[in-house]
């Protein structure tokens, strides 16, 4: 199996933006060819991680208009929809094209327009990726988080205040990333007395509605150098995907995400590694509860630990295993099918050094990206070639 | 509707409803029914969990809830207490916390005041003929049934 490497990745602004989803793909698409030097028409497969284009603004088919507005003809199209994880399953779609020898150049584009819509609608939308018997008694995402992350702070005794402490973090990374969807620090106390949307957590504990897209290049380890000849690329060294149950409260351990488990026992193997050798991460922190959950999911620490390592600093950016040092979903934006593959995008800058004011020393970054309420995950580790 | 949809209740044929989970070759049940039990065995039968006390695992209000849904939506995991017999994985379900009318009974509809719950509380289930206005929402009504299930705390 050939090794893969990234040589080409950009990212639109995240937030409210006036441009539609085909155009939100195009921008970011257009500046990551431009970025590895390639045209529309080099790619072999092109792919689109988008959750719901038809749901939120009635535009299927993106691929294919992308394909067109890119001039990649007849390059092969398909679009990935695994909803939140949408991107990090088009990271794996990506990797497989190149890594199976299908493709000898592959384009991913994420991306999401959403902010047209009322928060309940868009709410609504997410909400139906439910079982019915969820879906009937009104659940929402933020409810689960609402349901965890009360479980949480009552069997491992974690004070509300180190949720908190997980908005005022990533905020404060998100300040230094010029595409993030908020770029100011919040304060604790603005936290903790922010409106309650699924009790215990309040308006600070979620993302927030995002558009935007990003998008990536790939190709053969070996020719990575003809289109990054200063050494600019990195190699995806592991990667693992993985699902747990549809239905949230069949969950043996209801604070424990099986799927970031074993695509992290995938990815880890893959590569290698184990999760002490990771330098930099961005987990999928829709709402703050899941950076505990993942951040001891993935092995970085013990079960009931990883609250613990936000109240010492552990995860900030000049910590021993900085987290979300692009702002993460929480201030950096949530546009559904862009966002795996922009946290991608963050730890290849993080690994080719290239991050500028967010810049971390790492060699090995990960990048974990959750569907659904953990429902499906991809898990990706990255070297730079350097 | 097809068999799998009509998954938790099975009332709609003018009998009491039940709230039914699925029983599997290997003695495991969930709720809701699956093709197959979580072990890969086949599904042999059905089990009312109103006959099972519950307890709240844990709970939550939501105040930001979608398009026919109540607002405030109080949510809760319950798991049921299976017997000494039972040795599959916990049978839960989630379902909204009732709201009580003025004599303190489980209110039919969605008005009156919100009861009370806590992590380990034991609760009951309570029938309520419709949870969400079915069409409000994006799922197509059709789909899937909209009477359920309710719990209210065991005095």
Known sequence: M???????????????????????????GAAALDDAGVDGDDLDHLYVSNMASGEFEGQTGVPNALAHDLAAQPAYTARIDQTSSSGGAGVYAAWQSVASGASDLTMLVGGE??????????????????????????????????????LYLDEYDAPRESLGKVAVKNHENGVDNPHAQFRKEVDLDTVLDSPIVADPLR?????????????????????????????????ISGIGGA??????????????????????????????????????????????????????????????????????????????????TSGGLKSKGHPLGASGVAQVYEIFKQVTGDAGPRQVEADTGLACNVGGFGNCVTTTVLEGSQ | MSDHESDETSGSDGGEPTFEAAEYADGTVTHPPHTVGPNGAERVGTVDLREYAGRVVTWTTSTATPPGVREPNTLAIVEFEMG?????????????????DETGDAADGDGGEQFDVEIGDRVEPVYADELREPGAGIREPDSQDWDGFRFRPVE
């Open chain 1, 113 to 150: 327009k959403m902010t047209h819509r009322t928060t309940a609608e868009a709410t609504d939308v997410i909400a139906s990726l439910t079982h019915p018997v969820e879906y009937k008694h009104g659940v929402t995402l933020p409810s689960f988080a609402g349901l965890t992350a009360r």
């Open chain 1, 203 to 235: 308006l600070y504990d979620f993302c927030p509605i995002t558009d935007g897209s990003a998008a990536l290049v790939f190709c053969p380890e070996p020719v990575a150098e003809e289109y990054a000849p200063d050494g600019s690329y990195a190699v």
């Open chain 1, 2 to 28: 050939e090794r893969v490497a990234i040589v080409g990745a950009s990212m639109t602004r995240f937030g409210q933006r006036d441009a539609w989803v085909r155009e939100l793909l195009a921008e970011a």
């Open chain 2, 84 to 100: 000494d017999g039972y040795d599959g994985p916990p049978v839960r379900a989630l379902g909204q916390i009732a709201k009580r």
């Open chain 1, 243 to 324: 699902t747990d149950t549809h239905v949230v409260h069949e969950r043996a351990d209801p604070t424990t995400m099986g799927g970031v488990v074993d695509s992290s026992d995938i990815a880890y193997e893959m590569a290698g590694i184990g999760p002490d050798d990771v330098d930099v991460a961005e987990l999928h922190d829709m709402f703050t509860i899941l950076e505990f959950l993942q951040s001891e999911d993935l092995g970085f620490f013990e079960k009931g630990e990883g609250w613990k390592a936000v109240e010492e600093g552990v995860t900030d950016r000049d910590g021993d295993l900085p987290i979300n």
